[in-house]
């Protein structure tokens, strides 16, 4: 069994899809390509071909990739309807299992469901869309949870009379915000310098700042707030 992340949610269907570079998220209900907001799911696979709907334990098995829309379709009964027409497509390769179970703690999300209309996985709002028309419709009372177990790191170097400042495994293409503060080791008494900054991680949760004191010989903390999964990573740097 694997894990694999880049699963969100798109903001203007509803539904779930897989978060590549442009021009490969996949066609949305709305029209052009999905467009991800808020926690990076993970999931769990089995290699091979997928299996029909497994209904014992806490999870079910049977979910495949779509080729067309990237979504997440449960295509034991139907191949559903797809935003990009017809049905969906034929299974990517991979066997995705989805907890029908949420056994509480931190990084989980209950409230996605499958659409007895498309086939789809989305998460039950009311901003949700469905191909067949109107909104997605959830099938059973079967309510899945998913996993956004991503933790971040930061590092902070001193280059060049500056900071750099380093991210990953925030959330990809998602709101950072970083806090810098630095004390001014030259003036008497000391001054303080505090710098709010809002960045946009890149599509592997990546994002690269610097910070350019006015002058040397000074210390950086710098902490870095994800502002999807509200995690946070620190670190400092002195230059001398
Ligand atoms: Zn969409
Ligand atoms: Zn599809
Ligand atoms: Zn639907």
């Not at 994800?226 to 509200?230: I, L, P």
């Given at each position: 069994m694997g894990q694999e992340r880049h699963w969100r949610y798109c903001q203007k269907c509803s539904s779930i899809f897989k978060n590549a570079r442009p021009g490969f998220k996949g066609a949305c209900t709305v029209g052009g390509e999905h467009s991800a907001h808020g926690f990076d799911f993970t999931l769990d696979y089995d290699l091979g071909p997928a299996v029909d709907i497994f209904l014992g334990g806490n999870y079910e098995k049977g979910w495949r990739e779509c080729g067309k829309c990237h979504g997440l379709y449960q295509g034991a009964a139907s191949r559903g309807i797809c935003p990009a027409g017809d049905g969906h497509q034929e299974p990517m390769g991979l066997n995705y299992q989805l907890w029908t179970f949420n056994a509480g703690g931190a990084d989980k999300q209950s409230g996605w469901k499958r659409c007895s209309k498309c086939e789809s996985l989305f998460f039950d709002d009311p901003n949700s869309r469905c191909k067949a028309g109107g909104g997605h419709q959830a099938a059973t009372g079967r309510d899945y949870t998913l996993n956004y177990p991503l933790q971040p790191h930061l590092t902070v170097a001193y280059l060049n009379q500056g900071f750099t400042v380093t991210g990953k495994e925030y959330t990809p293409e998602g709101p950072v915000q970083y806090r810098a503060s630095w004390d001014d080791r030259y003036h008497f008494p000391k001054e303080h310098h505090r710098e709010i900054v809002d960045v946009v991680t890149d599509i592997d949760g990546a994002f690269s700042a610097w910070i350019d004191p006015d002058r040397p010989w000074q210390m950086a903390f710098v902490e870095a707030f994800?502002?999807?999964?509200?995690h946070s990573a620190s670190g400092k740097a002195n230059s001398f």
């Open positions: 994800d502002q999807w999964t509200g």
